[in-house]
Each structure stands twice: as C-alpha cells, then as structure tokens.
C-alpha cells in the first residue's frame, strides 16, 4: 500500500521524510539567496548602465591608435625617413592588436597596410573622415578613424586606423562566470558562519518555540514571566492571552459537549466515560437505570417544553432521592431521551433498593411546570459491578435486561439483573426474530368463532382471532404475539394481513349466502400507521365485502387512554358505514362520558363477568348495568365467552342480544368453519329457564 502523503514513510517505503530546517537554518539560507539574487541583478544591470561608457572607451581606442599612428608617421616624415613607412606601419601594428593600420600618401596612395585583414572604406568616406579630428566611422561592428600626417607644414599623407572590438556578451559571459565562481566560493565559505551568526541571534526565540512545543495542557505558567527581552516581552505576552482565551474557549466546548442541555446533567457521552472509567478502576458498583414510563404521552400532551421541564424536575429527585437514602458516592446522568443512568460505586444492595424505591416514590409525585400538572412514573433496571459484567457496555445492558423486567406488572418497576432473566431475554429475541420471519412467511393466519343471536339461535356473523401457525405445527395465541408485534412495530403489517383474510372470507361467505357480518380486532397502534385506514378502504374493495359487514372491535382500554384520536381516525370508516365495537367492555375502567361521546355501535362484555356469572354474586349486577346502559344508549351487545346454556340464557333474560363462546363453537380455521355453519343447527336460548 503507498504511504499516505501526509504520513511519515514507513521504514520498508524507500522516501525519507524530508527534514525541515531550523529557524537559523532558514535565515542562512535567506541570506545567501539574497547575496545569489543581488550578484545576479547586478550582473544584468552593470552592463545596460555601462553601455555609454564603453562606446565612449571604443572611441577613445580607435582614435588614439589613428593619432599615434599620424604622430609617428609624422616624426619619420621630418627625420626624411619617409620610405621605412611600411617598416613603422609593421611595428605599430604589433603593438595596437586586433586592429588595422594603414598610411597613404596625400593622394590617398596606400603606402602599406598591416594587422587584421578588413575591407577599407570608401575614398569620399575617408575624405570625410580625415576633416573631423573627432571622426570616427563604424561599419558593421568595425571603427574607423583617420588623421592627416602633416609635417614642417606640408600634408605628407594620411594614417588610418580600424579595430573590431570583442562582442560585448563574450566578455560579459566571461566576467559573469568568473564572478560566479567567486561568489559560490565566498558564499560556501560564509553560509556556515552565518548560519551560526544566525543561531546565536536567534536563540531566544528558538528556546521559546521548545518551551511553546513542550508545553502540555496542565502547565498553567505565563510564557511572558520567562523572558525579560524588550522585543519579545510584548509578543509573549500577547501568546499567553491567546492561550488563555483558547484554554476557555475548550473548556466551555468540552461542558457542552458532555452536558445535557435541558437537565444540566452528565450527557450520554459523559457518562458511559465515567462507567468505563469507574469498571476499570475495579472494586464493586451499582449501575441503575431510570426509564420513564410512557414519557412520549407527555410530550404529547404537554409538548415538547414542558416535557424538558419535567425532565429536569426528575433528575433532580433522582439526586435528592439517593442523597436522602445515604449514597455518598453517586454519579447521575441523562443517557436517553427519557432515560438516567445511576452509577453508584461501593453501595450495597440494600441501599441501592432502598435508593430505587425512594427514587420511584419522588418521581411519581406531581409535577408543577408553567401552570401544568403532570405525573410521570419510572421503571428502574440494576446491575451490580463485577459480578453481571466486567465492561462498562455489558453492564449497561445487563441493566437494560432488569429494566426490561422491570416493565414487567409483576416487578413493581423494580428490578435486579440475574442470568435467569437473560436466558428470557434471549429467548425474546429469538422469538423476536421467528416472529418477523414469520410474518414473511405468511405464518400469520385468521381463525374465525361464530356470533349467534340468543333469541333464534341463529349465526349472526364471526369474529377473526389472529393464529401463529408455527413451521413445527405449534399453534401460538395472539395473547403471545400481539403485544410483541405491537412492541417490534409489526402489528401493522400483521394486522393488515388478518384483515384481508377477514375480509375474503366474509365476501365467499355472503356470496355463499350463509352468514353475514365479520369482526376483526384493532390494536391502537395500528392507528400509529398512517395508511390504516386506507388498508381498510382496500381490503373491503378488493375482497367485495360491503362496509356494513365490518366491524372493528378496539378494546375499552385503549378507547378510553385517547379517545378524541381513535373518533378522528375511526369517524371516516363509521361515515363509510363499518361498524365499530368495544372490546372487553368492563375492564378498562371507563369515564362513561368519554365512551359515549365515541361513535361506537356494540358493545361487547368481557368474558370474565360472564363467566363470574355463576360464581361471583355481584356479576350479575355489573352485567346488567352494562346491558342496561347499552339498551339506553342504542347499542347491540355481545356477550364472550359464553361456555354454557345457563349462561346464554341469563344474557337472552337480561336482553343481551349475541352471545359468542365455545357454548356454540370454538374459534377455527377458514375452511372447518365453512363446514361448521353447513352442519349447523340453531341453539336458541330460552328466556324462561329457571
Ligand atoms: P378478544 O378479542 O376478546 O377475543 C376473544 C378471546 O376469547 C379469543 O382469544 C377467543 O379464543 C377467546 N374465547 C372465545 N370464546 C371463549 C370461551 O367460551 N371461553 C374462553 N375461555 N375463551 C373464549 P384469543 O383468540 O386467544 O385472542 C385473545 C385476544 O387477542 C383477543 O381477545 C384480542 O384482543 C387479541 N387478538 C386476537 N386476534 C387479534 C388480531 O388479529 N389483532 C389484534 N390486534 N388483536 C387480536
Ligand atoms: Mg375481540
Ligand atoms: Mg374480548
């Protein structure tokens, strides 16, 4: 794999990271990249602002040459040694090299010529030239100057004299190099002196930046007391603010993020750190859990502000509660949205259960919050450090598993972990798991108990009753599965399947002409599903059951918790003409009022007075009043769980209308119900029995 590019090479990748130079490093190298940068603009700049001083130079040259030239010509001329022209001309040009020189005589006769081999300029050029005791004359890269050679008066001839300097980039390419070389010599030599020059100059600074570096967060001293330096006094100081500032800046971060906003108390976060912290130290500890129980119906109700408020209001009676029974040592916080986790180190059991019930007793009191009463009450899960777990995370959740339990009616909302109550947990959630495949597999089937009018005896309709159809054959009872579904968030799909299977068993049955109505149980969840009542609309048009021939049947106590939503939900299936039934009527504790505002059309008794019917002497009194009520208000009734003859004919007495039980026939499956109602003959109740 290639190394990252930001990580240092590995010891097999064949790149070295490549080492950072120091500060002094950096300002010797500063240094000589500006000795390089000022050499170099030198160099180019040298030759552009020399430039008139080196045609100035030229021309001092070339006339200077013709000048000795005519001077000397002259000297022989009036020694009368005019004819060793040619011998002087040979001799000078030795001594002006690179150059031409050349004598003529007055008509301009060339008497000799010597040095470098170039063309001679014109006679009307040369003319010119010898006016001007200035003149110069340049042709191609070539200068020319001529001087009249005039002795005892008299114009014996003329001197001229040429030369073609050397280009001027060949010398400045020379000189550049040459200045170069010397200037890498000198530099190689210097850069270690200053280098070490910068070192020296630069140490406090350095040692600051160690100091800065080495510097670890608990080491609260001021960088500016350190140094007394003018320059870095102020700069130090400016440092320790910035780290002052940035150190409080971090904290207020770190409060937030391991503080709950609405209770002030340790976040999740937070907590699990100090329970991971608290097991690895060892010795013994108690982790509680407080869940409140149905806390979304207060958010709900109240919304959302009160609710926060509400929260802060436990959390605080969790910490009165457990200071108040004795535990010292005690860690609280928030670890859900409606959860707190109680992390009590060195409590024993009897103090951490006399804590939890304290605990349950503060929390169920009333709360007071902006004008608002409410009442909350909690459930709380322990388990006990290090003999339910040995990690932070195993005892949460074995704390979960108590507080599962604690859920449980039989708890009392108290509850310990022990392993007994895993093996159910697991069990669960294997059940959990079958249940869902199930649910796939199309496991899930309607099994279907007559309805019959007492009077005639006549099979009015059927109840659906949901059955488990395990692949092994076992059979499992809603009263199993229902709660679980309903727990999973399935009791929607499962409750649409049972509908279906209700509806297209009723629609063969009516077309057969045999029987009429059907009766399919609702769970309140089922109303959290926002297509329900549209899977009802399909269920009764693809089976081609007419909506009269619907009921559905909620049981009281799901009526009465929040009867204003079950009428908005059920208000448009009752307007298209499905029937609505109360289930178990007589055990959810009814406000009466509530009830009959809900547009309800039977009611139907719980089996458990009409089966109290002979044991209990005040069951016959409840179940008429019942009747009595339902008579008043209009409304058929149904009596479950009608087991004998006495039974169905007390009801007939006390006009109830249908009875419903094993009296007549047990719940069955779609096609052995078919044949029951073939071979059915009516039992009619009789009114007159004694
Ligand atoms: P439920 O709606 O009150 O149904 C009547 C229960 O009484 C059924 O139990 C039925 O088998 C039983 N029963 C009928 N006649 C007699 C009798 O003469 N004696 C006795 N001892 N029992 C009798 P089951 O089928 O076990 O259903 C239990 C409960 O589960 C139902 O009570 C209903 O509340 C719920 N349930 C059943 N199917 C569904 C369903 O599809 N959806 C929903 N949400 N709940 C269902
Ligand atoms: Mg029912
Ligand atoms: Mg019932």
Request: net charge neutral.
């Amino acid at each position: 794999m290639p190394a990252k590019k930001d990580q240092p090479a590995t010891k097999g990748g064949a790149r070295k990271p490549r080492k950072r130079l120091g500060l002094a490093g950096r300002v010797a190298m500063i240094a000589v990249a500006a000795a390089f940068v000022a050499a170099l603009a030198q160099w180019v700049v040298t030759p552009i602002l020399a430039q008139g001083e080196i045609r100035n130079q030229r021309h001092i040259a070339v006339t200077s040459g013709a000048n000795l030239l005519a001077d000397v010509a002259r000297v022989h001329a009036e020694a009368g040694h005019w004819a060793e022209i040619p011998t002087l001309v040979n001799a000078l040009s030795n001594g002006l090299p690179e150059g031409q020189s050349a004598v003529f005589d007055a008509n301009w006769k060339l008497l000799a010529i010597d040095g470098v081999d170039a063309p001679l300029p014109a006679r009307a050029t040369l003319d010119e030239l010898v006016k001007d005791p200035n003149g110069i004359f340049k042709t191609g890269e070539r200068f020319y100057a001529a001087r009249p050679i005039i002795a005892h008066g008299e114009a014996f001839g003329y001197a001229l004299y040429s030369f073609e300097p050397r280009p001027f980039v060949n010398t400045w390419i020379m000189v550049v190099t040459l200045n170069a070389i010397v200037l890498s010599l000198f530099l190689l030599v210097i850069a270690p002196l200053i280098y070490r020059l910068a070192r020296h100059a630069l140490k406090p600074v350095t040692d600051l930046e160690r100091r800065i570096r080495q510097r670890d967060a608990k080491d609260k001293s001021k960088l500016a007391d350190s140094s007394d330096d003018r320059l870095l006094k102020p700069l130090l100081t400016a440092i320790d603010d910035v780290h002052e500032r940035s150190e409080a800046a971090m904290r207020r971060a770190l409060a937030l993020a391991y503080t709950d906003p609405v209770t002030r108390l340790p976040n999740r976060l937070r907590f699990l750190s100090r329970l991971d912290a608290t097991m690895a130290a060892g010795g013994e500890a108690y982790l509680a859990i407080c869940d409140l129980d149905r806390f979304r119906q207060v958010n709900v109700t109240f919304g959302p502000r009160v609710a926060d408020l509400a929260l802060a209001v436990v959390g605080e009676r969790l910490r009165a509660a457990a200071s108040a029974t004795g535990i010292t040592s005690l860690f609280l916080g928030r670890i859900g949205a409606d959860q707190f986790g109680i992390l009590m180190p060195g409590a024993t059991q009897d103090s951490v259960k006399a804590c939890l019930s304290a605990a349950r007793e503060a929390v169920s009191e009333a709360i007071s919050v902006e004008g608002h009463t409410l009442r909350v009450t909690a459930s709380f899960g322990a388990a006990r450090a290090p003999q339910d777990a040995q990690s932070g995370g195993d005892l949460l959740k074995q704390a979960e598993v108590a507080l599962k339990e604690a859920k449980r009616e039989a708890s009392r909302g108290i509850a310990f972990f022990d392993q007994s109550l895993l093996d159910r947990a697991r069990a669960q959630s294997r059940l959990e798991e079958e249940l869902r495949d199930g649910l796939d597999r199309g496991e899930f089937v309607a099994v279907f108990q007559p309805k019959v009018k007492f009077e005639t005896g006549e099979l009015v309709g059927a109840e659906a009753l949901a059955r488990w159809r395990r692949p092994d054959g076992a059979i499992v009872s809603p009263g199993v599965f229902i709660p679980i579904a309903e727990d999973l968030g399935l009791i929607a799909k499962l409750g649409k399947q049972v509908m279906r299977d209700a509806c297209f068993a009723a629609a063969g049955w009516n077309r057969r002409g045999i029987i009429s109505s059907v009766a399919v149980n609702v769970s309140p969840h089922q109303f959290d599903d926002p297509d329900f009542v549209g899977s009802v609309y399909r269920a009764l048009d693809e089976s081609g059951l007419p909506a009269e021939l619907l009921e559905l049947e909620i049981t009281e106590s799901a009526a009465v918790a929040d009867p204003d939503r079950v009428a908005r939900i059920m208000w448009p299936l009752r307007n298209r003409g499905v029937r609505l039934a109360i289930d178990d009527f007589g055990t959810g504790h009814s406000n009466f009022a509530a009830i009959t505002r809900l547009p309800f059309d039977v009611f139907k008794i719980d089996q458990q007075f009409v089966r109290a019917l002979s044991t209990d002497p005040h069951a016959p009194a409840i179940v008429e009043m019942i009747l009595a009520m339902a008579e008043a208000l209009g409304q058929e009734t149904v009596a479950e769980g009608v087991e004998t003859k006495e039974q169905a004919d007390f009801l007939l007495r006390r006009a109830c209308t249908i009875g419903q039980g094993y009296y007549y026939s047990p719940p069955l499956p779609a096609d052995e119900f078919d044949a029951f109602v073939r071979s059915y003959r009516p039992r009619p109740a009789d009114r007159f029995a004694a």
